[in-house]
């Protein structure tokens, strides 16, 4: 027995709400911190900076705070929010399994791995872009490993896909666990920092180099979203009707590997983004990929700009782990809104 269907909200709606939500969560977001820029100052900044003389500028000190310190994480927050939205319905869309989220294919963990390799080889002075760039190839290794692993007979079958993502995330984790058993003291705190994931070391130089990944990524994944609609009704009724399973999936997971390893390579390890955004969409837009994308993207931005605000600012003079605060937020609501579909259903198939 199921429950009475819920009117679903499409992309006309969903899609110019979530910019202007997205856009006065920029500006609030931007302006609160220790030293406070008034909203409409930080309007009027954006405007300034877009040649569009509109709005009162803030002093001196407030359009350092907001240009050197406060855009760059909240543009980066935006970045890598948007990616893991992304990710997250893509593969629950490819897979066809709810439980499907990017740390499954081992992103996450290879990533995590690297990033400790790197600073355990390099030690204290280790730079922080070849971090970075350690966490990048960690994860789009990993996932190419994952994938191959759990190909068989020229298929991937979703089950032998996740219990392989769990075993070489198992790998992964004794990896990790050896490199900070290794390291020194000082670089032990690092990696057991950059787990936690943090955007307080966010620049512009950075977003530059994330938002082409994602931006390419989210095009990539608009490109499919009609192909995995037809897998959506069956993997049989989609070669009838023309699609192709394998190739489609295999683009699939190098979309959801680029926008995962690039979100995560200088933030760290950011949980429950790309699991719950897609599902809590999924209840308002329901399962078409072409709104279900674009709104998880926005959900996904607007999530963690604000998951990025409350870290900098619940606590005076702290700056706590962002991807303790995800999880703290993301487990609790994953287990209602599991809840609540299953109750909805009637039990699970």
Not at 278 to 301: D, N, Q, T
Not at 332 to 343: D, E, G, H, K, M
């Given at each position: 027995m199921t429950g009475p269907r819920l009117r679903r909200v499409g992309a006309a709606v969903v899609v110019p709400v979530g910019l202007v939500v997205l856009a006065i969560v920029v500006v609030l977001a931007a302006g609160i911190g220790q030293n406070h820029v008034p909203a409409f100052e930080v309007f009027g900044s954006l405007m300034h900076h877009l040649h569009i003389p509109l709005g009162p500028l803030p002093d001196q000190v407030g359009e350092d705070t907001l240009w050197n310190v406060r855009m760059p994480r909240v543009v980066?927050?935006?970045?890598?929010?948007?990616?893991?939205?992304?990710?997250?319905?893509?593969?629950?869309?490819?897979?066809?399994?709810?439980?499907?989220?990017?740390?499954?294919?081992?992103?996450?963990?290879?990533?995590?791995?690297?990033?400790?390799?790197?600073?355990?080889?390099?030690?204290?002075?280790?730079?922080?872009?070849?971090?970075?760039?350690?966490?990048?190839?960690?994860?789009?290794?990993?996932?190419?490993?994952?994938?191959?692993?759990?190909?068989?007979?020229?298929r991937t079958e979703v089950i032998t896909l996740v219990l392989t993502g769990i075993a070489i995330n198992a790998f992964a984790g004794g990896l990790i666990a050896f490199f900070t058993f290794r390291a020194g003291p000082t670089?032990?705190?690092?990696?057991?920092?950059?787990?936690?994931?943090?955007?307080?070391?966010?620049?512009?130089?950075?977003?530059?180099?994330?938002?082409?990944?994602?931006?390419?990524?989210?095009?990539?994944?608009?490109?499919?979203?009609?192909?995995?609609?037809?897998?959506?009704?069956g993997e049989y009724s989609a070669r009838h009707l023309g699609v192709d399973v394998e190739a489609l999936r295999r683009v699939a997971v190098v979309i959801v590997a680029i926008l995962t390893a690039a979100a995560v390579a200088f933030c760290g390890i950011i949980l429950f983004v790309g699991?719950?955004?897609?599902?809590?969409?999924?209840?308002?837009?329901?399962?078409?990929?072409?709104?279900?994308?674009?709104?998880?993207?926005?959900?996904?931005?607007?999530?963690?700009?604000l998951a990025d605000l409350a870290a900098r600012t619940i606590v005076d003079y702290a700056d706590l782990p962002?991807?303790?605060l995800t999880s703290l937020v993301g487990g609790?609501?994953?287990?209602?809104?599991?809840?609540?579909?299953?109750?909805r259903q009637g039990g699970w198939t």
């Open positions: 980066l927050a935006l970045l890598v929010g948007a990616a893991l939205g992304c990710a997250g319905a893509v593969l629950q869309g490819v897979f066809a399994n709810p439980l499907a989220e990017p740390g499954i294919i081992g992103v996450s963990s290879g990533a995590a791995a690297g990033a400790s390799g790197v600073i355990l080889v390099g030690g204290l002075g280790v730079a922080g872009y070849a971090v970075a760039g350690g966490a990048f190839a960690g994860g789009l290794v990993t996932t190419a490993i994952v994938y191959l692993l759990s190909r068989s007979a020229g670089a032990r705190d690092q990696i057991v920092f950059w787990q936690l994931g943090s955007l307080n070391r966010a620049s512009w130089d950075q977003v530059f180099l994330v938002v082409g990944f994602v931006v390419v990524g989210i095009i990539a994944s608009m490109v499919i979203a009609r192909r995995m609609d037809l897998l959506s009704l699991l719950v955004v897609p599902h809590l969409m999924r209840l308002i837009v329901g399962p078409a990929h072409r709104v279900l994308i674009p709104a998880s993207v926005l959900a996904g931005a607007i999530g963690l700009v962002i991807g303790m609790p609501v994953f287990l209602i809104l599991l809840r609540r579909t299953r109750a």
